[in-house]
């Protein structure tokens, strides 16, 4: 079945404490990005991947890094979390950046940072 | 700046009434415009996917309209039923593959 898989599916931390949200796709997709979503704000771009070892920033990249070593996994690291952090979190993925390829989306990681 | 507004916000109807989303746009170049329905706390799933020669798309009973000269988008859902209550978001994704999407519109299906 093809799918996108996070982890930890929620997370409750303290401010500073590193962390990292997992992020797997078993399409071999070369695209695959990160988005938080916040109320009444949508959906915004954090970082996106077009192939291992490419990545660049989204919208809002302050306080995010990521890595792509391997084609399926993307993950998502915190290296200092702060409240404002707090967010529901997905993980997306698609053939790749061009064209009108379906994305799919995980399941989503919702953060807490207290 | 590329924008993408989407009316109502908000929207609640009775079970079996139809029901039509808007989607406006200023992005560009246009590539293509993707409708996402996403149920509360889950991820969003791709309902509809049009390019720019394509004005019409259905899957079930979700028919999404794109015209390209006006910057207009619509989503039209048919006898709804309950399980349609979520949230419907419009994506344009310009040439070089940025998506900017919309904020969506908040659907209630009610018995």
């Known amino acids: 079945e093809a799918q996108v898989t996070q982890n930890p599916r929620y997370l409750i931390t303290v401010t500073g404490k590193k962390l990292t949200v997992t992020c797997s796709q078993n399409m071999n997709h070369e695209y695959m990005s990160w988005y938080r979503q916040d109320p009444g704000l949508g959906l915004r771009q954090i970082y996106y991947s077009m192939n291992v070892e490419v990545t660049d920033k989204g919208d809002v990249p302050e306080g995010y890094k990521v890595s792509r070593k391997e084609k399926r996994n993307f993950p998502l690291i915190l290296e200092s979390p702060s409240p404002n952090q707090t967010s529901l979190y997905f993980c997306?993925?698609?053939?790749?950046?061009?064209?009108?390829?379906?994305?799919?989306f995980g399941p989503g990681t919702r953060l807490t940072v207290t | 700046k590329n924008q993408v507004e989407q009316s109502p916000q908000s929207l609640i109807i009775l079970e079996g009434k139809n029901c039509t989303l808007q989607?406006?746009?200023?992005?560009?170049?246009?590539?293509?415009l993707r409708w996402y329905k996403q149920d509360t706390g889950r991820g969003p799933v791709s309902l509809t996917i049009?390019?720019?020669?394509?004005n019409t798309k259905s899957n079930g009973r979700y028919t999404a309209t794109l015209d390209a000269d006006t910057k207009q988008s619509s989503l039209h859902i048919t006898a709804s039923q309950l399980s349609d209550s979520a949230s419907y978001i419009c994506v344009v994704t310009v040439g070089a593959g940025k998506s900017t999407f919309g904020d969506g519109t908040t659907l209630t299906v009610k018995p």
């Open positions: 049009m390019t720019f020669s394509e």
């Open positions: 989607c406006n746009y200023t992005v560009s170049p246009f590539s293509n």
């Open positions: 997306a993925s698609k053939l790749n950046r061009g064209g009108a390829h379906e994305q799919y």
